[in-house]
């Protein structure tokens, strides 16, 4: 998973910019759209998939820890969702994938979810970031020891 983490960056990043248009649903937004969304989502993924894979290598055996393994696929899921019903204007009318792909009455509904998904991706976005940072903040320096209790804090003639 972690080899993933950049390239999904990289990708959800253009879904969310102009995904919509696999449905023809991209119009108007789609510049606001990727400066504003897709350019600062991408960004904190891809910075969170760097520290993903360097935590992954420094553990032994090799292996991103639990927390990362399940925020960054969570991440990914919520932008997925958050491009398919992230509105936009086609023609002078709201469009989204959600509404191309079932009726344009939904366009509120629609709306309503981007809004929710993309307060959760900036989220999950940030906190996958933020947790790699601070997990690497915190051991940084201790040589070649895995992540764990500091040696003086080791149980005398336990593992560690």
Same mark, same amino acid.
């Given at each position: 998973?972690?080899?993933? /983490? ?5 990708? !959800? ?7 919509? /248009?696999?449905? $023809? ?15 600062? !989502? ?38 997925? $969702? +958050? $491009? ?9 009318? /709201?469009? &989204? ?14 709306? $309503? +979810? ?7 991706? +900036?989220?999950?976005?940030?906190? &996958?970031?933020?947790?790699? *940072?601070?997990?690497?903040? *915190?051991?940084?320096?201790?040589? &070649? ?14 593992? /560690?």
């Amino acid at each position: 998973m972690p080899v993933l /983490g950049v390239p999904a960056a990289l990708l !959800l990043g253009a879904w969310v910019a102009v995904g919509r /248009g696999l449905a $023809g649903a991209a119009g108007d937004l789609v510049p606001l759209c990727t400066l504003t969304l897709a350019l600062p !989502l991408t960004a904190l993924l891809v910075v969170a998939g760097v520290l993903l894979r360097r935590d992954a290598r420094a553990h032994v055996p090799r292996g991103a820890s639990l927390r990362s393994s399940l925020t960054m696929p969570a991440a990914w899921a919520v932008l997925l $969702g +958050f $491009g398919a019903v992230l509105p936009d204007r086609v023609d002078g009318a /709201g469009v &989204s994938v959600l509404t191309r792909a079932t009726d344009p009455v939904h366009l509120g509904l629609s709306a $309503g +979810f981007a809004n929710i998904l993309g307060i959760l991706s +900036f989220v999950l976005a940030t906190g &996958s970031a933020g947790s790699r *940072s601070a997990r690497t903040r *915190s051991w940084t320096g201790r040589g &070649s020891d895995p992540p764990g209790p500091p040696r003086d804090l080791a149980v005398p003639g336990g593992p /560690g």
